[in-house]
C-alpha cells in the first residue's frame, strides 16, 4: 500500500492488551486542519518504545509492555481501522502524502517531552477510575475538588481513560496540565480557565 511499509494488527480477542492500544488511539486528533495530529508518533525511550498520540488538548502515551510481538519501530503511525474488535496500525514511510498537493511534515509533530508538566506537585490522588458505567461519580467529584476553582475539564477526555485506575497529580502553578499514570500508560490533559 503506497506510503506504508509496515503493518501491525491488535485483535481483542487475542491480544492482552488491546485496550492499552485503544487508550492510545483515542487520543489521535480527528481535525482535518491539523492533519500533523492525525498519526501517532514512536521512539526509542531507553530500551523500550514509547508511543504517542495528542489532539492538541490532551496526550496520551504508551509504553507497549511487548512491542516485539507486533514490531513495533521508530517512526509515525497512521491508524488504518479502528473498531470494537482490531485496530490496525500502518507505518509511515516518507513518502506518505499530504492531502493531494505534497508531502507531510513529519516535524511538525509536537515535541511531546516539552508538553509533560513538571514542577511542584501540589495534590495527587491514587487509584481512580473515571467510568460511565454505574453512574459512580465518586471518582468525578474527588477529582474536580483537586482542580483550581476557576477550572475546569471536559468530561469525555476523563471518560475515555476508562477501565484502568490512575494516579493522579496536580501541579502548583495554574493552568499547569493534569497529569495521569497507570504501568505503562500515561496521560496529559490541559484544564480549562473558566475565568
Known sequence: MKG?????????????????????????????????????????????????????????????????????????????????????????????????????DHGQFPDYKKVMPNGTVRDTLKDICFSKKGNDVRSLVSFAKKLDSNLSMDINKLYDLAPFEWNVDFYESELKAVNFTCKNKQAVIMPMNEA
Request: some cysteine.
Open 4 to 104: 506504508y511499509d509496515d503493518f501491525f494488527i491488535v485483535k481483542k480477542e487475542s491480544s492482552f492488551d488491546f485496550c492499552d492500544f485503544k487508550f492510545l488511539a483515542r487520543a489521535v486528533s480527528t481535525d482535518s486542519n491539523r492533519f500533523f495530529l492525525q498519526f501517532i508518533y514512536c521512539e526509542k525511550e531507553g530500551d523500550h518504545f514509547v508511543m504517542v498520540a495528542t489532539d492538541g488538548f490532551r496526550m496520551h502515551l504508551l509504553r507497549p509492555a511487548k512491542p516485539e510481538l507486533y514490531g513495533i519501530q521508530e517512526g509515525y503511525y497512521q491508524i488504518l481501522t479502528n473498531t470494537a474488535k482490531e485496530i490496525i496500525f500502518a507505518h509511515c514511510d516518507e513518502s506518505i502524502p499530504y492531502r493531494t498537493d505534497g508531502y507531510i
